[in-house]
């Protein structure tokens, strides 16, 4: 059975740090790569930053960029996404998701099939 399995969210001041994992299980993760979205209330879900099945390549949405890092261990099938400076508008719920993209990182989610439940992240002081 297909699993990606969210954790490590939380509720954190403006400037704090968090790292989400994404742990997989039922299927060979080196295989796939594997992006992280976020939907925050009332707003369409966004990607937030993907990366290559190697972990050759790896893409951020601009408003992300210089503040998360994403990275993967496929030996303990797992994804990471470490957040820095964080920021109110960061407040979403974080998904990651699976995509069998040959080479890329694209986070179009259309390229995605499987789904975690997400994990919420709260940015407020």
């Known amino acids: 059975q297909v699993r990606l399995v969210e954790s490590g969210g939380g509720l954190v001041q403006p400037g704090g740090s968090l790292r989400l994992s994404c742990a997989a299980s039922g299927f060979t993760l080196n295989y796939y790569a594997i992006g992280w979205f976020r939907q925050a209330p009332g707003k369409e879900r966004e990607g937030v930053s993907c990366?290559?099945?190697?972990?050759?390549?790896?893409n951020y949405a601009d408003s992300v960029k210089g503040r998360f890092t994403i990275s993967r261990d496929n030996a303990k099938n797992t994804v990471y996404l470490q957040m820095n400076s964080l920021k109110p508008e960061d407040t979403a719920v974080y998904y990651c998701?699976?995509?069998?993209?040959?080479?890329?990182?694209?986070?179009?989610?259309?390229?995605?099939?499987?789904w975690g439940q997400g994990t919420q992240v709260t940015v407020s002081s």
């Open positions: 990366i290559s099945k190697s972990g050759g390549r790896t």
């Open positions: 998701a699976r995509s069998p993209q040959t080479y890329g990182s694209s986070c179009n989610s259309v390229l995605y099939d499987y």
